[in-house]
């Protein structure tokens, strides 16, 4: 439970008795139901896990090396451990700057959603501040263009308006330092007036189809009751 994030505060949960399902209630009246396949082992698979010897028995240390794989066999390769991502390897090491900077990466694939994961895993760290403060014109351009393609998508919203009042309140007085700045910032700005104004027509239409519904719900009612 400690690695899942959801969108409001949690209201109530229930787990099945297989621990198949996961089903959380939040406060904004949404349910979360998340599902992972149970996996049953066979009765001769379970047989075959008691006969195998215990660890620390001479048994165990000796067990396979006498083996030689028939002609209808494969042998598996050794599979390496995946390394793991440079934005990755530097939020092991606390360098919270250089994990949001490796997020800028040519050769990255999914960017956006890159940036994303690392920006909610500062969140949590109470980071944020930290891995934003002390940037130049071009380590923070970069930041502000992600940030203004994510802001309208709805599941990035939240933490996104999060981190543009952060970078206000820490390089508010670089608005006009440069025309690359300034212009940065006000398609920012363009963007998140153009999203407000899309979610008050939004409301105002759901309104007009309420009153609507509700005329038509009366009408049948009433012709009912003729």
Do not use: W
Not at 121 to 141: H, M, P, T, W
Request: aromatic share 8%; charged share 20%; with cysteine.
């Amino acid at each position: 439970m400690h690695s899942m994030s959801y969108p409001a505060p949690i209201l109530s949960l229930a787990m099945s008795p297989r621990d198949s399902h996961l089903v959380v209630g939040m406060a904004n009246r949404l349910l979360s139901i998340k599902h992972t396949p149970h996996k049953v082992q066979s009765q001769a698979l379970a047989l075959s896990a008691r006969m195998q010897p215990r660890g620390g028995t001479y048994r165990y240390f000796v067990r396979g090396k006498s083996y030689q794989p028939t002609s209808e066999e494969f042998v598996v390769d050794f599979e390496k451990k995946k390394r793991l991502q440079l934005y990755d390897q530097f939020l092991q090491k606390f360098q919270y700057k250089k994990a949001l900077d490796a997020c800028f990466q040519p050769h990255l694939y999914n960017r956006g959603a890159k940036v994303y994961s690392v920006l909610q895993e500062l969140a949590r760290r109470d980071g944020l501040s930290v891995a934003l403060s002390g940037r130049n014109e071009e380590e923070l351009l970069p930041l502000v263009s992600v940030i203004t393609r994510l802001v309208i998508i709805p599941k990035f919203t939240p933490l996104m308006l999060d981190v543009c009042n952060l970078i206000l309140d820490i390089y508010g007085g670089m608005l006009s330092a440069s025309s690359s700045t300034r212009k940065a910032f006000e398609a920012l700005k363009y963007r998140i007036d153009q999203e407000v104004l899309f979610q008050k027509e939004a409301f105002r239409l759901l309104g007009s189809l309420d009153t609507i519904l509700t005329a038509a719900t009366a009408t049948q009612r009433h012709s009912a009751a003729a």
